[in-house]
């Protein structure tokens, strides 16, 4: 996963462990699903799509703790006021689009909102990974951004939110995915005990180190009780949703209703 707050897994990693692919969220899990990977943090809501086609690889996760920071939604009105606007959703997202419709559905009330892509006029912009990184300080047009980690957080009373976590194909060698654990594990122990070594380049992002150390330290990689609990509700609210996901890449320039209500088309 090419961003900072997954760096932590790899810096340390020997060479001769796996052969890296550098993917965004939702390629990764199509590349997974047909045969391409063997695995990888993947999206948490793709891994619910893939059910028992995937096993749960350690307790290894990328997870906020409060703020994400990388996950912005960028708009010119107060969240509660977005229904039927028309929101610009990269086809690399896979968890933070439906943690989105999530907050729609059960937290800001919004209905008739439109999935486009950043081509297509759009009211608002939901951003992921280092390009929302480089945009936290505003985006051009946009006078409001909103954290959706955050959101999440007081939606739920302070739980974390799980955006991915490391799984392996069902399907693969399992005495070589035992192997990649445990060298996977080794490595982040030394990536996280020494983060300078870690955020260490990224001139792209205009973070200063201790920005970098800042924005690391709030995220948690391990899979416990509070995150088990906010995956848990995050499942339950994902299921309720009629089932839709961008095409990988790129969305169609067909309207879709965030909300499913309504749209066939979405289901």
Known sequence: MPYLNSDVFYKALPPDAAELVALPPRAMASALREGQLHAGPLPFAEIIRLGKDVVQLGDLCVATT???????LFTNSPLPDLNGARIAVTGHTATSVQLMRVLMAEKWGVTGAQLVTRED????????????LQARHGLVGFENSFDL????FDYTGGLPFVFAYWVARRSADQDAIA???????????TGISDLDAVVNGRPELDMTTEEKLDYLRGFSYRIGETEQESMNRFR?????LPDWSPPDQSLKTAEVDA????????V
């Open 149 to 152: 980690g955050l959101e999440w």
């Open 66 to 72: 409060k703020a994400a920071v990388s996950i912005l």
């Open 121 to 132: 006029p759009h009211d608002a912009v939901l951003l992921i990974g280092d390009p929302a």
């Open 259 to 266: 909300t499913g209500v309504g749209n066939e088309a979405s």
């Open 236 to 240: 339950t609210s994902f299921l309720n």
């Open 179 to 189: 192997r990649f654990e445990r060298q996977l594990n080794i490595a982040f122990e």
